[in-house]
């Protein structure tokens, strides 16, 4: 069984941001022109062309709700620290790696589960109400574009906000795990550091030693968040699945992703392959720029909302 955001717990209630990105976010999103006429009636005039079109979105849609990504030159979690995100073979075969995993994620869950959809996510939202958008595939797993109220969307690499066993499968919320956390751990605390863009915070090996995590409550397996680990893959079903969604569309457009993860490129790939215009909205170069000759350089959420449908 799948959790739509609608299962989860209610989130606050959020109305459209301002024009310009809060400066307490700013630290998260990489230096970038604002855009110039010309390439905005380029993608102006691409997206009206489109009537079926298919969106890939990345990190960098939701560095402007505060949440950092890895690759952003100078920003990004790469660039500020020598940390690397969780390896799905290390958390697999490691209770101690699991632990370490777990007991971070518990920490930074109250921020990580706190941001918000800016106006990039509510740009796109808008555009599949209007019939514009005919599939949103995200490899973001921090829930922004289901916040904002994405219909036809698909999750590529899973979400924080779910929780899967590894035995039998049983899917369950992130937050009712985060309350038997806390059952579980009464007497543990830890101050958070910096909060990655998966929801982990950096804490030292010795703050973890005593914290306790639970088994899955219908089998006694292993839990771990709904996510696609870094070494793992998509589950083919969910690639065929978009890949046939890909094949409804007339039109490709990348928003926020610099597409050097093969499991959202393979798509840029055939749609080049079937020759399906593309255009690319991205701070900074990507894998794909050869298969384009539309590319704007800015902020998601200062170009996606200009566009009229």
Partial sequence: MLFSWRSLPPHVAVGRCASTIQASVQRFVPASGSIDSNALEQLQAFVSHASRLFVISGAGLSTESGIPDYRSEGVGLYARTDRRPMQHSEFVRSAKSRQRYWARNYVGWPQFSSHQPN?????LRDWEEKGKLHWLVTQNVDALHSKAGQQRLTELHGSTHRVVCLDCGQLTPRAELQKRFAALNPGWAASAGAVAPDGDVFLEDEQVLNFTVPACDACGGVLKPEVTFFGDVVNRTTVSFVHNKLAESDAVLVAGSS?????????????????????????????????????VSVRCGEVLPAIQL
């Fill in 259 to 295: 597409l050097q993860v093969f499991s959202g490129y393979r798509f840029l790939l055939a749609a080049s392959e079937r020759k399906l215009p593309i255009a690319i909205v991205n701070i900074g170069s990507t894998r794909a720029d050869h298969l384009t000759g539309i590319r």
């Fill in 119 to 123: 106006q990039a996510h509510f740009a």
